[in-house]
């Protein structure tokens, strides 16, 4: 069943709603909308508008030149190069870091229909099928990140020079001096809505993660770019650069986001079952998610620099926490998949992963599971990464895509995801990604040059 703004070329607002919603904005100081949407590369897009247009955003959508947006494949000329972002009105909220504007996230809409392109809607016509069966999917998203600066010759280092522990999780020094920027995204972020759970100094210098209450998975997605766009900006005023790049240094661990997930009917769990163990409707999600695990890849960890993380190796504090094994276990962090009774954590994702398509293309996977009825492997309980290559594979537990270009291959080739995403976007998913793979391999590196530059 469609939403009800998706009736018409043109959603009908009731007058007086419209203008109590000005009114209750502009009591707040707020003068002018931010109209937000999100690319296929889970960056955040969109422009200005004055609050007096508010009407228009909602019943028609703010407008953008469609080929000017990454993912869209639309035309130059014609009614199908024009793209509107349509307001969503429970999305609707006051930004404290940009004092007079109020954020409206915008659902896209091409020749006045619903853009299969759009990230946001795949993801509304995955929960779709799910509130065919009367479920409802919940993510907790816990983006990690890093706080940068430009050193020499370009090359981003850690923005507080004195973070060098080499075992720096939950350090307490390094911590404390960040706390004028970890103060005010908290702060803006519950003041906008969201509930913050905990920060923590993660296992890289100058890495940390930010926890916000889960919640209905669109809104979960929505969330994690408010997150971002906070972010952004109050990094900026300390001088900072804030990164969601999945590994900036080799040497230590990259920045992950990890899904935690759960099924509900009503207020009702889905995935609980007897005595602490998953339920057989988790345990057939679980393995669809495990059979597409390598489709999957190329949605939760969408760049080059993705699989720098996903490797199975030392790092410097002694583990990467990025698992390449396509495993589950009972909260079992060295497993792609680790269980944790009336949840799972999806660990694969990391954080340059689009929110949208990553949780559509989970979704597909688990119905996928569901409706096959997969059985679900034998739960791991080893340490995977204190384990040899050789006795991994002995056990038959699979490995992610260790490139960009092997998982782009194993979404062309997959139906499921091909579904999820739609033609247009999967289309063009697959050839932007694989043309930043072919960029990648045909780029010659320092490495090169120092190691063969005067070999032969």
Same mark, same amino acid.
Not at 315 to 321: I, P, R, V, Y
Not at 422 to 434: M, P, Q
């Given at each position: 069943?469609?939403?009800?703004?998706?009736?018409?070329?043109?959603?009908?607002?009731?007058?007086?709603?419209?203008?109590?919603?000005?009114?209750?904005?502009?009591?707040?100081?707020?003068?002018?909308?931010?109209?937000?949407?999100?690319?296929?590369?889970?960056?955040?897009?969109?422009?200005?508008?004055?609050?007096?247009?508010?009407?228009?955003?909602?019943?028609?959508?703010?407008?953008?030149?469609?080929?000017?947006?990454?993912?869209?494949?639309?035309?130059?000329?014609?009614?199908?190069?024009?793209?509107?972002?349509?307001?969503?009105?429970?999305?609707?909220?006051?930004?404290?870091?940009?004092?007079?504007?109020?954020?409206?996230?915008?659902?896209?809409?091409?020749?006045?229909?619903?853009?299969?392109?759009?990230?946001?809607?795949?993801?509304?016509?995955?929960?779709?099928?799910?509130?065919?069966? =009367?479920?409802?999917?919940?993510?907790?998203?816990?983006?990690?990140?890093?706080? !940068?600066?430009? @050193? #020499? /010759? &370009? *090359?981003?280092?850690?923005?507080?020079?004195?973070?060098?522990?080499?075992?720096?999780?939950?350090?307490?020094?390094?911590?404390?001096?960040?706390?004028?920027?970890?103060?005010?995204?908290?702060?803006?972020?519950?003041?906008?809505?969201?509930?913050?759970?905990?920060?923590?100094?993660?296992?890289?210098?100058?890495?940390?993660?930010?926890?916000?209450?889960?919640?209905?998975?669109l809104r979960s997605a929505d969330n994690?770019?408010?997150?971002?766009?906070?972010?952004?900006?109050?990094?900026?005023?300390?001088?900072?650069?804030?990164?969601?790049?999945?590994?900036?240094?080799?040497?230590?661990?990259?920045? =992950?986001?990890?899904?935690?997930?759960?099924?509900?009917?009503?207020?009702?769990? !889905?995935?609980? @079952? #007897? /005595? &602490? *163990?998953?339920?057989?409707?988790?345990?057939?999600?679980?393995?669809?998610?495990?059979?597409?695990?390598?489709?999957?890849?190329?949605?939760?960890?969408?760049?080059?620099?993705?699989?720098?993380?996903l490797v199975v190796g030392e790092s410097l504090s002694g583990t990467t926490w990025?698992?390449?094994?396509?495993?589950?276990?009972?909260?079992?962090?060295?497993?792609?998949?680790?269980?944790?009774?009336?949840?799972?954590?999806?660990?694969?994702?990391?954080?340059?992963?689009?929110?949208?398509?990553?949780?559509?293309?989970?979704?597909?996977?688990?119905?996928?599971?569901?409706?096959?009825?997969?059985?679900?492997?034998?739960?791991?309980?080893?340490?995977?990464?204190?384990?040899?290559?050789?006795?991994?594979?002995?056990?038959?537990? &699979?490995?992610?895509?260790?490139?960009?270009?092997?998982?782009?291959?194993?979404?062309?080739?997959?139906?499921?995801?091909?579904?999820?995403?739609?033609?247009?976007?999967?289309?063009?998913?697959?050839?932007?990604?694989?043309?930043?793979?072919?960029?990648?391999?045909?780029?010659?590196?320092?490495?090169?040059?120092?190691?063969?530059?005067?070999?032969?």
């Amino acid at each position: 069943m469609l939403d009800p703004q998706d009736a018409g070329p043109h959603h009908r607002i009731d007058a007086g709603y419209l203008e109590a919603t000005r009114e209750s904005l502009a009591s707040q100081g707020v003068h002018t909308l931010l109209v937000q949407f999100t690319d296929v590369h889970g960056t955040a897009k969109g422009k200005f508008v004055p609050l007096a247009q508010i009407g228009t955003v909602l019943r028609t959508g703010a407008g953008f030149a469609g080929p000017s947006i990454w993912g869209t494949a639309l035309p130059r000329t014609g009614p199908r190069s024009e793209y509107y972002a349509r307001g969503d009105t429970r999305t609707l909220r006051a930004l404290p870091w940009m004092p007079g504007v109020a954020l409206i996230v915008g659902n896209g809409f091409v020749d006045r229909a619903p853009f299969d392109a759009c990230p946001r809607q795949v993801l509304r016509r995955a929960t779709a099928r799910l509130a065919e069966r =009367g479920w409802m999917l919940s993510t907790g998203i816990e983006p990690e990140f890093f706080l !940068l600066r430009r @050193g #020499e /010759g &370009g *090359r981003y280092e850690p923005f507080d020079g004195a973070d060098r522990l080499d075992k720096p999780s939950y350090d307490l020094k390094s911590l404390p001096r960040q706390l004028p920027f970890l103060h005010a995204l908290r702060a803006a972020l519950e003041a906008a809505g969201l509930e913050v759970e905990q920060i923590d100094h993660e296992d890289a210098h100058g890495q940390f993660e930010l926890n916000f209450r889960f919640d209905e998975a669109l809104r979960s997605a929505d969330n994690l770019m408010l997150f971002k766009l906070a972010a952004h900006a109050l990094a900026e005023q300390q001088g900072a650069v804030f990164s969601m790049m999945p590994k900036p240094f080799a040497n230590q661990p990259g920045s =992950g986001l990890h899904f935690h997930v759960s099924l509900w009917r009503g207020g009702q769990g !889905l995935f609980a @079952g #007897e /005595g &602490g *163990r998953l339920s057989k409707l988790a345990e057939h999600f679980i393995a669809g998610v495990l059979a597409h695990s390598a489709a999957l890849s190329a949605l939760a960890a969408p760049t080059v620099n993705s699989y720098k993380r996903l490797v199975v190796g030392e790092s410097l504090s002694g583990t990467t926490w990025a698992p390449a094994y396509v495993a589950h276990g009972p909260n079992n962090r060295t497993a792609m998949i680790r269980t944790l009774g009336d949840r799972f954590e999806w660990r694969t994702p990391d954080a340059a992963a689009n929110p949208y398509l990553a949780t559509a293309g989970l979704i597909a996977a688990g119905l996928d599971g569901i409706d096959r009825e997969l059985p679900l492997p034998p739960a791991c309980e080893d340490d995977l990464f204190a384990l040899p290559l050789a006795a991994i594979r002995s056990r038959g537990i &699979g490995l992610l895509p260790q490139s960009l270009g092997e998982a782009v291959d194993a979404l062309e080739a997959s139906e499921v995801m091909h579904g999820a995403l739609g033609d247009t976007l999967h289309a063009e998913f697959v050839r932007l990604k694989r043309a930043e793979w072919i960029e990648y391999a045909r780029h010659v590196s320092d490495w090169e040059h120092a190691r063969y530059g005067a070999l032969f």
